[in-house]
């Protein structure tokens, strides 16, 4: 009998293809409050957004670590919120409650990140 711990591959496909939907540009003004919550994750242009939001819907513990671990996903740090202010940064976002998961749009915006801890 299924339990509610197995993972039907097709229920991934779906997940991730209702989290591509729910994906869209936005400009760093409309970002600047869940920065100021304390809610802003940072995903670098190395990694997949989708792969991203995916795991923290799914808590999947050991790829979010590794990516905290290298740096590839962070809180937003006050650095990257004074550039991203400066240049009126857009983003690709993903909101998985409580977090919302950007993305800059443009090389320009990346910068790289301390390993600041998400909790």
């Not at 509610?4 to 991934?12: E, F, G, L």
């Amino acid at each position: 009998m299924p339990t509610s711990d197995d993972k039907n591959p097709t229920d991934a496909g779906v997940l991730r293809a209702n989290i591509n939907n729910e994906t869209s540009q936005i400009n760093w003004d409309e970002l600047q409050r869940f920065f100021a919550g304390g809610w802003l994750i940072y995903v670098s242009s190395k990694t997949d957004l989708l792969d991203v939001a995916l795991a923290f819907t799914l808590d999947n513990k050991e790829d979010v670590s590794k990516w905290l671990t290298s740096g590839e996903v962070s809180k937003v740090t006050d650095e990257q919120a004074k550039k991203w202010h400066e240049n009126n940064a857009t983003f690709w976002a993903n909101v998985v409650k409580p977090w919302v998961l950007i993305q800059p749009l443009n090389a320009s915006d990346e910068i790289q990140t301390e390993n600041k801890p998400v909790h």
